[in-house]
């Protein structure tokens, strides 16, 4: 087996000098990307546990924990979900009489689990900008590796 040398390209002075700004700019977005996600993900955690919310003892998974993730945020979506509906009869807020007392109660419901879905994106969003800066990171960091170096000026 042979191995065959390819030519190195040769690139001027103006496309070595983008191609070093893009590398930077890389890793430049990365940082404001995974500072941004975990400053996010801090608030929003810090925020459910200001609450004080314990997920219930007849959840399915996480029973007992405090709320302050997306998981015990899911949980506890998911109990509130599983009791309102017990309560009204397998019935949906929409699904209930104008009249029916338990209306309100299942609207509250509703609520709660919509404001404990909206943190569970947030802290999904939040880990994709986590994840997108770290790879944008190591993108701009190939970038400048593999870079030529920049021109020298002639005098």
Do not use: C
Not at 52 to 62: G, N, Q
Not at 71 to 90: E, Y
Not at 108 to 137: H, K
């Amino acid at each position: 087996m042979s191995t065959a040398t390819v030519p190195a390209t040769t690139l001027g002075a103006t496309k070595v000098k983008v191609l070093k700004l893009i590398g930077w700019a890389g890793i430049l977005g990365a940082v404001v990307m995974i500072i941004g996600g975990g400053v996010v993900w801090g608030v929003v955690s810090s925020q459910l546990a200001a609450e004080k919310i314990t997920v219930a003892e007849d959840a399915s998974f996480l029973a007992g924990a405090p709320v302050v993730g997306p998981f015990s945020a899911l949980a506890q979506a998911d109990i509130i979900n599983h009791h309102a509906t017990d309560m009204a009869g397998g019935n949906t807020y929409a699904e209930l009489d104008k009249e029916d007392p338990l209306r309100a109660t299942v609207m509250n419901a509703s609520f709660l689990r919509t404001s404990l879905f909206t943190s569970v994106v947030s802290f999904g969003v939040s880990a994709f900008a986590i994840g997108m800066g770290i790879l944008s990171g190591l993108f701009g960091y190939a970038i400048l590796t593999l870079a030529p170096a920049w021109p020298k000026k002639n005098a």
